[in-house]
């Protein structure tokens, strides 16, 4: 059992920088990743990360402004985001699996989310 918790969301102008976090507690070696959700769309892929970090992969909108990272000493992984765009905005889960991917199947734990708005 795995428990994530989100945090670092919040309000910015549009090429404002937010840094996320998502602490696990229970088993924590599990590969990483972070999916976002905008009002009426569907939940989607953003990044995610290997269990070692040596791995990532992004969404191509993200690719260049967006930075995953672990640290496996704090159970904690980041997602830097900079140059945000209101485009941006929605709320931010992280997630937790034995696989990397970009697949929402592929992670049985998440978090319950952090809102990120991005003003034009």
């Known amino acids: 059992q795995v428990r994530l918790e989100e945090s670092g969301g919040g309000l910015v102008q549009a090429g404002g920088s937010l840094r996320l976090s998502c602490t696990a507690s229970?088993?924590?070696?599990?590969?990483m990743g972070w999916f976002r959700q905008a009002p009426g769309k569907d939940r989607e892929f953003v990044a995610a990360i290997s269990r070692s970090g040596g791995s990532s992969y992004y969404l191509d909108s993200a690719k260049g402004r967006f930075t995953i990272s672990r640290d496996n000493a704090k159970n904690t992984v980041y997602l830097q985001m900079n140059s945000l765009k209101p485009e941006d905005t929605a709320v931010y889960y992280c997630a937790a699996g034995g696989s990397y991917s970009t697949a929402r199947s592929a992670y049985p734990y998440w978090g319950q989310g952090t809102q990120v708005t991005v003003s034009s």
């Open positions: 229970g088993r924590t070696l599990y590969a």
